[in-house]
């Protein structure tokens, strides 16, 4: 059975930083993409960031390039967002999910529960 | 403003069809393959339709997506209750670079 675990999320204070992880099982990890999709309270989903199987390509979301760092630890099957100079709008809760193929980030077959990050002072 | 255009929200009775559009452009959806989401309140969003038309198992035949152009569809028919639920599309866009969901469609069975 699939399984992805998200942790690390909580509350932090806006510029603050905070690293969530992605545990996952049940599956082959490095032989997939994987993707973060956040989802602020009451609206809709947004895409992230993503990175291929072997940890070489990443992409990200225009609003959060330059501050989130997508990297993946195919040896622990864990996948990391590191999160710094957080913003208000960056609250959330985060999806861990897992792509279809090596590289798909679009076609997500399984997400986590999510996990809530709240930016606030 | 969501990339992909979704309508706000579709309603149909028990038992009928509905269908959800997606209009995207020339540089997701006419380009790359859509991808449709069911996702029931405070729970994860469940992989409904990939490669424009295809279901992962387990999601019934009642769920069809389909692809023309710039736009993609996803049909319900045989409507249940259960189907209450918001509905997303999503597609890589090859000009940005990233992906694109749309907006959301919440889906109300009368």
């Known amino acids: 059975e699939v399984q992805l675990l998200e942790s690390g999320g909580g509350l932090i204070q806006p510029g603050g930083s905070l690293r969530l992880s992605c545990t996952a099982s049940?599956?082959?990890?490095?032989?997939?993409?994987m993707s973060w999709v956040r989802q602020a309270p009451g609206k809709g989903l947004e895409w992230v960031s993503g990175?291929?199987?072997?940890?070489?390509?990443?992409s990200y979301a225009d609003s959060v390039k330059g501050r989130f760092t997508l990297s993946r630890d195919n040896s622990k099957n864990t996948l990391f967002l590191q999160i710094n100079n957080l913003r208000a709008e960056d609250s959330a809760v985060y999806y861990c999910?897992?792509?279809?193929?090596?590289?798909?980030?679009?076609?997500?077959?399984?997400w986590g529960q999510g996990t809530l990050v709240t930016v606030s002072s | 403003q969501s990339v992909l255009t979704q309508p706000p929200s579709v309603s149909a009775a028990p038992g009928q069809k509905v269908t959800i559009s997606c209009s995207g452009g020339s540089c997701n959806i006419d380009k790359n393959l859509v991808s449709w989401y069911q996702q029931f309140p405070g729970t994860a969003p469940r992989l409904l339709i990939y490669?424009?038309?295809k279901r992962p198992s387990g999601i019934p035949d009642r769920f069809s997506g389909s692809k023309s152009g710039t736009s993609a569809t996803l049909d319900i028919t045989g409507l249940q209750t259960g189907d209450e639920a918001d509905y997303y599309c999503?597609?890589?866009?090859?000009?940005?670079?990233?992906?694109?969901f749309g907006g959301g469609t919440k889906l109300t069975v009368l």
């Open positions: 999503g597609a890589w866009d090859s000009c940005l670079g990233l992906v694109v």
């Open positions: 999910a897992k792509g279809l193929g090596v590289q798909t980030y679009n076609e997500l077959d399984y």
């Open positions: 990175i291929r199987d072997n940890g070489y390509s990443t």
């Open positions: 049940g599956f082959t990890f490095s032989s997939h993409a």
């Open positions: 490669d424009n038309i």
